[in-house]
């Protein structure tokens, strides 16, 4: 069986400087968990304030482009079910 590493990156809507703190927390958490459900392996990662850096092994069985559409609006979704005002 083939897996590949891929270096991904995404920013928040805008670039927003909004990850920090308790968000940052609940992030890297969330983040673990949709890996981990999608049996992606995270060998590095990095929450910056203003985007995430993420070098991750992505099975064959899945793509690159619908692991990053999975991850981006599934953890967009648990962040909002957490901290919505």
């Known amino acids: 069986m083939c ?4 270096s991904i990156a995404f ?3 805008y670039r927003r400087k909004v990850i920090y ?5 609940d ?5 673990r ?3 981990r459900y999608k049996h992606v392996e995270i060998i ?3 929450l910056m304030r203003d985007h995430v ?3 991750v092994m992505i099975p064959p069985s899945l793509s690159v482009s619908a692991f990053m559409g999975y991850l981006k609006g599934k ?3 648990m962040m909002f079910d957490r901290h919505a005002n």
Do not use: D, W
Request: aromatic fraction near 4%; charge should be neutral; hydrophobic fraction near 35%.
């Open 3 to 6: 897996v590949i590493q891929n």
């Open 11 to 13: 920013t928040p809507k």
């Open 21 to 25: 703190n308790q968000y940052r927390k």
């Open 27 to 31: 992030l890297g958490e969330i983040l």
């Open 33 to 35: 968990e949709l890996c």
């Open 44 to 46: 590095e990662g990095h």
């Open 53 to 55: 850096h993420m070098l």
């Open 75 to 77: 953890s967009a979704l």
